[in-house]
């Protein structure tokens, strides 16, 4: 019985170990990506917008963005990466209390301009981190506009060889969770 549970060990780990090799072997090799200008719409969640003490809230929204190429090998010449500029408008809708006693509602235009450094780490599947600039058009009375650094960090499922359409998951500030389809 434990030369059975032994050599099932054994080919789970050469198993997992093909895997990881393989991916480590796509890392690692500059170019093998689809890099070209991409449009994704998609939806947005976030919470904790904050008028002021004791305001708090959660909105939901819709944005798009936009990948401009820049670099198609990016910096790091012996990785499978690429520059994108990713620019874009998220409209977001409002609503949360203000010490618990008045309900208020708020809409804003969050228009971010961030550098993505995109790392691609298997065929179907890539990661990256953002960072940039967020210029904020807050629709609430008295708010003015604003100007914040965007951070955000996400990912890719490619459904594809071509590497499009993909799937798009980001988190970040101050735009939330988005998750949309990259065409």
């Given at each position: 019985?434990?030369?059975?549970?032994?050599?099932a060990?054994?080919?789970?780990?050469?198993?997992?170990?093909?895997?990881?090799?393989?991916?480590?072997?796509?890392?690692?090799?500059?170019?093998?990506?689809?890099?070209?200008?991409?449009?994704?719409p998609?939806?947005?969640?976030?919470?904790?917008?904050?008028?002021?003490?004791?305001?708090?809230?959660?909105?939901?929204g819709?944005?798009?963005r936009?990948?401009?190429?820049?670099?198609?090998?990016?910096?790091?010449?012996?990785?499978?990466?690429?520059l994108?500029?990713?620019?874009?408008?998220?409209?977001?809708?409002?609503?949360?209390?203000?010490?618990?006693?008045?309900?208020?509602?708020?809409?804003?235009?969050?228009?971010?301009?961030?550098?993505?450094?995109?790392?691609?780490?298997?065929?179907?599947?890539?990661?990256?981190?953002?960072?940039?600039?967020?210029?904020?058009?807050?629709?609430?009375?008295?708010?003015?506009?604003?100007?914040?650094?965007?951070?955000?960090?996400?990912?890719?499922?490619?459904?594809?060889?071509?590497?499009?359409?993909?799937?798009?998951?980001?988190?970040?500030?101050?735009?939330?969770?988005t998750?949309?389809i990259?065409?």
């Amino acid at each position: 019985m434990r030369t059975l549970h032994a050599i099932a060990l054994c080919s789970a780990l050469a198993a997992l170990s093909g895997g990881v090799a393989e991916a480590q072997s796509y890392a690692g090799r500059p170019g093998q990506h689809v890099t070209r200008f991409d449009v994704e719409p998609h939806v947005l969640f976030d919470y904790g917008f904050n008028r002021g003490p004791g305001d708090y809230g959660g909105g939901f929204g819709a944005g798009i963005r936009f990948g401009i190429p820049l670099m198609r090998n990016g910096p790091v010449p012996s990785i499978n990466d690429s520059l994108v500029l990713s620019l874009g408008a998220d409209f977001t809708w409002w609503s949360g209390h203000h010490d618990q006693n008045s309900v208020w509602v708020a809409s804003d235009v969050v228009i971010p301009v961030m550098l993505q450094w995109n790392f691609y780490l298997a065929p179907a599947f890539s990661l990256f981190p953002e960072a940039g600039i967020a210029v904020a058009f807050p629709g609430c009375g008295g708010c003015g506009v604003y100007a914040a650094p965007g951070l955000a960090l996400g990912g890719r499922i490619h459904f594809s060889d071509g590497g499009y359409p993909a799937l798009v998951i980001r988190v970040g500030f101050p735009m939330g969770l988005t998750a949309g389809i990259a065409f």
